[in-house]
C-alpha cells in the first residue's frame, strides 16, 4: 500500500482530497480526517500557503476550516522558532525538563513491544509506512519521557529518524511540549484516553489508572530497560555531475524539494545530501529514497552527496542560488525566502500570539 505518492500530481490531488471542515471534530482520532500532508510540506515539496491558496480557490476560507488551518500554523510556527532559536531548540528551550534519571530510549518503545497494543501497533506502523498519527506521537512521547523519565532527545531522534515527514523543528520541539520543557506541565494520556481515540478496549495495562496515580507510578517493568539509539544515514554513492558554469546552480536539499522553485529559469539543479547534516540529524532509508522519489518532479535534477563547500570546489560554481532555511546557514550565493502561511515578525515563544496576527492577515 503507497499512501504516500511521490508523482507530483498525486500530490495535488491529495491536498483535493482533504476534509478540512470535518477535520475539527475527527483529527484526534485513528480514522480522524488528517491530510497526511506532512511529508510533502517537511520535505518543501509543497508550502503551508500553497495548502492554504488551493483551499481558497475552492471556495474554503478562515472561518469554514480554521482548526486546519491552524494546524498549518503550528508547523510555520516551530520552524519560525528554529529559524529564530537556532541551535538552542538542541536543549531544553523554556525550562529544564524534570525527574529525566537517563539520556536514552525505552528498550520496549523501539522494539514495539510496551503491552499498549494500540502504541505497539502504530509503532510498527511507523517502521512500516514513515508516518505516524499526530495523538499517537504524543502517547510514545509521554510514555518515553513522562513515564519512563528519560530526557526527550533521544527518543525524539529516534522518531526523526523514521518519520517521512521529519522537521526537527516540529520534531523537537513536540517532544519538549510533551515532556515539559516546551509548555507549562508534562503530558500524560490514559488508557481510556488511548481506547477512545484509537478505538480499542485493553484493559490492565500500566496507563489503565487514573491521572493521579500515572504521575505518581514508579517506571513500569515494561518500560525498566533503556538503550542508546544511535544511529547513521548511509548516502546513496556520488555521480559525476554535469554542470555549465554558465548558469546558477539551485541548490535543493532535504528541506527543499520543491518542483516549482523557479521553474521557468535555466539552471544546473542539485539535489545535495551534506553527510554532515546527516550525521547530527541521522534518517532512515526509506527517509532518503522518499526524498530522491520526490526530487523526481524536478526537470534534469542531479544529485551530490558531500559538502557544500566540496561542491563548489570541484565543480568550480561561481553563483549558487537557495532558498532560506536554517540548516542552510553555511550556503554562499543568494538566498530566496521560502513561503509561509503568513510572514510575522517579532518574537516567537507564544502560538496564540502568533495565530492572532495570523488571523487578522487572512481574514
Ligand atoms: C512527539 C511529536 C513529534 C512530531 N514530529 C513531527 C515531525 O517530525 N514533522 C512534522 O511535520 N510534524 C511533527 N509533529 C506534528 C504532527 O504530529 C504532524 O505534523 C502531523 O501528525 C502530520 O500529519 P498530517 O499531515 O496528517 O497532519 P494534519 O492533522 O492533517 O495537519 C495538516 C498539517 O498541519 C501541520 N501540523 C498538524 N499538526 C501539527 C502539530 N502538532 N505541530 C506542527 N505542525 C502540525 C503539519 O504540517 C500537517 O501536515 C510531531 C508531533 C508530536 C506530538
Not at 12 to 33: C, E, H, M, Q
Not at 47 to 54: A, E, H, L
Not at 125 to 131: K, Q, T, W
Not at 308 to 317: A, D, G, H, P, T
Request: proline share 3%; aromatic share 14%; with cysteine.
Amino acid at each position: 500500500m503507497n499512501i504516500f505518492p511521490t508523482d507530483f500530481v498525486e500530490i495535488l490531488k491529495k491536498i483535493d482530497l482533504v476534509d478540512p471542515v470535518k477535520y475539527a471534530s475527527t483529527r484526534n482520532f485513528k480514522n480522524g480526517n488528517v491530510s497526511r500532508l506532512s511529508p510533502y510540506i517537511s520535505r518543501g515539496v509543497i508550502s503551508t500557503r500553497f495548502i492554504y491558496d488551493r483551499l481558497v480557490e475552492k471556495g474554503l476560507n478562515l472561518k469554514k476550516c480554521e482548526k486546519f488551518i491552524q494546524e498549518l500554523a503550528w508547523r510555520d510556527f516551530w520552524q519560525q522558532i528554529w529559524v529564530n532559536k537556532v541551535d538552542l531548540i538542541n536543549k531544553d528551550l523554556k525550562r529544564p525538563q524534570e525527574d529525566f534519571i537517563d539520556k536514552k530510549i525505552v528498550k520496549s518503545v523501539v522494539d514495539g513491544t510496551t503491552k499498549i497494543n494500540s502504541v505497539d501497533k502504530e509503532i510498527k506502523n511507523l517502521y512500516e509506512f514513515g508516518y505516524m498519527h499526530n495523538h499517537m506521537r504524543m502517547y510514545v512521547a509521554s510514555i518515553a519521557t513522562n513515564i519512563s523519565k528519560s530526557h526527550w532527545k533521544t527518543p525524539a531522534k529516534w522518531m526523526y529518524y523514521h518519520l517521512l515527514d521529519g522537521d526537527w523543528a516540529s520534531n523537537s520541539l513536540s517532544w519538549q511540549w510533551v515532556a515539559g520543557s516546551n509548555s507549562n506541565k508534562k503530558y500524560y494520556a490514559n488508557q481510556d484516553n488511548v481506547n477512545k481515540y484509537f478505538n480499542d478496549d485493553q484493559k490492565g495495562t500500566f496507563l489503565d489508572k487514573s491521572y493521579e496515580e500515572i504521575i505518581n507510578m514508579d517506571i513500569p517493568k515494561v518500560l525498566d530497560e533503556k538503550i542508546n539509539f544511535e544511529n547513521k544515514t548511509n548516502l546513496p554513492e556520488i555521480k559525476k555531475l554535469e554542470i555549465d558554469n554558465n548558469l546558477p546552480t539551485l541548490i535543493y536539499n532535504y528541506y527543499n524539494i520543491d518542483p516549482n522553485w523557479r521553474i521557468d529559469g535555466k539552471a544546473n539543479r542539485i539535489l545535495l545530501l551534506e553527510p554532515e547534516i546527516f550525521s547530527k540529524y541521522p534518517v532512515s532509508k526509506k527517509c532518503i529514497q522518499f526524498a530522491l522519489k520526490l526530487s523526481d518532479n524536478i526537470d534534469e535534477i542531479q544529485f551530490f552527496s558531500g559538502s557544500f563547500e566540496q561542491l563548489k570546489k570541484e565543480y568550480n560554481i561561481s553563483e549558487f542560488i537557495f532558498k532560506e532555511h536554517p540548516l542552510n546557514s553555511h550556503y554562499i550565493g543568494t538566498m530566496d525566502n521560502r513561503d509561509w502561511l503568513c510572514k510575522i515578525e517579532g518574537d516567537y515563544l507564544s502560538f496564540f500570539k502568533y495565530w492572532n496576527k495570523i488571523k487578522k492577515k487572512l481574514i
